[in-house]
């Protein structure tokens, strides 16, 4: 695969909004820092599209969907999504029906369970119990697993046939057929009538980790931030362009670069 190049060198004149993960994309050393979201505000105050697309559980999601200046949240790596619907009222969308959740759901505590037991010092994140579909295994943010604990988590979640993908903290997991890309797709359309296209500059993604991987495959303009580099050598598609910085103000450089890029941008079309 191609190394990233750097962000300087991406057109970013049209893009209209910006889906990005949260855990150490916009979060530094697990914090958001007001000048990230000062950047969010800013991006949204220039009439870029903002939408988060994270691991984290629902009532997180709802949380950030009506605080932050944000369009929408994909939560729970797909399993659901927040949107505006009439009336700006904020909507709730899920992957699959309450039937296949509830047999989902069963199943995957059961499985969870039983891995977590085989391994040392493996155990859920406290953030699980706002979950309505998946389940994170903590292995880097109140827990210190490493990556053989990480690794060897993954493996046997994935022998019982649960979708085990990392993020910078978690290890999330779900039994059914939904991913970030599948909720961002579904996202697109329900909200805006749109869809994504091969080499599409409308949107870009930013993100840090293997379970962005398949979101980085997904758009044309896709930026990591810096931080990515500790797992380039072993995701599954990389990012096109990558920031100098890490973590959130990583982010804050996108922005930065958005901003100054739509700018110019503006000033062409008074001319054409």
């Known amino acids: 695969m191609a190394a990233p190049r750097p962000l300087r060198d991406a057109d970013l004149s049209r893009v209209e909004g910006v889906f990005t993960d949260v855990d150490g994309t916009l979060t530094t050393s697990h914090r958001l820092r007001s000048s990230t979201v000062r950047a969010l505000e800013r991006l949204a105050d220039a009439g870029l599209k903002l939408v988060l697309v ?14 932050l200046p944000v369009d929408g949240v994909v939560v729970e790596n797909g399993g659901l999504l927040f949107l505006r619907g009439p009336g700006g009222k904020l909507r709730k969308v899920y992957a699959e029906s309450p039937r296949v959740r509830e047999s989902n759901r069963k199943r995957l505590v059961a499985e969870v369970a039983d891995v977590l037991r085989r391994v040392p010092g493996a155990r859920l994140s406290m953030d699980s119990a706002y979950t309505e579909v998946d389940l994170a295994v903590d292995y880097n943010e109140e827990a210190r697993l490493g990556e053989q604990g990480a690794d060897r988590i993954e493996a046997l979640l994935r022998a019982r046939g649960v979708t085990a993908v990392r993020s910078s903290v978690h290890i999330n997991c779900w039994l059914g057929r939904f991913d970030k890309r599948s909720a961002v797709r579904r996202f697109l359309k329900l909200a805006w009538g749109l869809r994504l296209t091969p080499g599409d500059e409308r949107f870009v993604y930013a993100g840090d980790s293997f379970n962005d991987a398949p979101m980085f495959g997904e758009f044309a303009l896709s930026v990591g931030v810096a931080n990515v580099r500790r797992v380039l050598d072993r995701i599954e598609t990389p990012p096109a362009f990558i920031t100098r910085a890490e973590e959130g103000r990583g982010f804050e450089e996108l922005a930065r ?16």
Request: hydrophobic share 35%; net charge positive.
């Open 54 to 67: 994270t691991g984290r559980p629902a009532g997180w999601g709802e949380a950030w969907a009506r605080t």
């Open 257 to 272: 670069a958005l901003l100054a890029q739509r700018g110019r941008g503006a000033r062409r079309g008074v001319g054409e």
